[in-house]
T-cell receptor, first 115, second 115 residues
Framework: AQKITQTQPGMFVQEKEAVTLDCTYD???????LFWYKQPSSGEMIFLIY??????QNATEGRYSLNFQKARKSANLVISASQLGDSAMYFC????????????FGKGTTLSVSS | SQTIHQWPATLVQPVGSPLSLECTVE??????LYWYRQAAGRGLQLLFY??????ISSEVPQNLSASRPQDRQFILSSKKLLLSDSGFYLC??????????????FGPGTRLLVL
């Protein structure tokens, strides 16, 4: 079974609107971390936001927030007030405590922002 | 602040030729270092990681190898490239010992095309 599932191959949003990118995960660990990365066309992976499994509050970083629903094993990324520069590939990733340093990535979602 | 460098940025190599990709990190000591490969339109696959000089862990069997001759230098090599080695190679670093909240920071990547 896939550890990280991103079911939306592509998403389209207009400037200034909010968009949610879905991510579900599968783990039996109690301690784990969830990450979102942005990959623009240049290829570099840019860290956006982190959520720990024991964090009670949803993580926020500027226009990015992570909607963490532990019981449903989902960690959706919410981008508020989309900008043209948000057009990129977005990856959800997880590190399980028992897996050491390995970071497991989903297959990504392509976000296109139009004016 | 910490920075991570990779070179070359782009490489075109014939099948059967050797390969050497280099990654260096500045501004930190004793980082964890990682090599990932990304096939076109897909997620990242962890190839190797290192928690210290001379300490290399391999995640997948292949004709690639990695070495860490210095604390902040990570090298990906091959004696004979295969067509299937084509892809986007990303180096990443993370602070040592941060557990599940350890964030990985990526370099700009190397695009390798094997012909």
């Amino acid at each position: 079974a896939q550890k990280i599932t991103q079911t939306q191959p592509g998403m389209f949003v207009q400037e200034k609107e909010a968009v949610t990118l879905d991510c579900t995960y599968d783990t039996s660990d109690q301690s784990y971390g969830l990450f979102w990365y942005k990959q623009p066309s240049s290829g570099e992976m840019i860290f956006l936001i982190y959520q720990g499994s024991y964090d009670e509050q949803n993580a926020t970083e500027g226009r990015y927030s992570l909607n963490f629903q532990k019981a449903r094993k989902s960690a959706n990324l919410v981008i508020s007030a989309s900008q043209l520069g948000d057009s990129a590939m977005y990856f959800c990733a997880m590190r399980e405590d028992q897996a050491g340093t390995a970071l497991i990535f989903g297959k990504g979602t392509t976000l296109s922002v139009s004016s | 602040s910490q920075t991570i460098h990779q070179w070359p940025a782009t490489l075109v190599q014939p099948v059967g030729s050797p390969l050497s990709l280099e990654c260096t990190v500045e501004g930190t000591s004793n980082p964890n270092l990682y090599w990932y490969r990304q096939a076109a339109g897909r997620g990242l696959q962890l190839l190797f990681y290192s928690v210290g000089i001379g300490q290399i862990s391999s995640e997948v069997p292949q004709n690639l190898s990695a070495s860490r001759p210095q604390d902040r230098q990570f090298i990906l090599s091959s004696k004979k490239l295969l067509l299937s080695d084509s892809g986007f190679y990303l180096c990443a670093w993370s602070p040592y010992g941060a557990g599940t909240q350890e964030t990985q920071y990526f370099g700009p990547g190397t695009r390798l095309l094997v012909l």
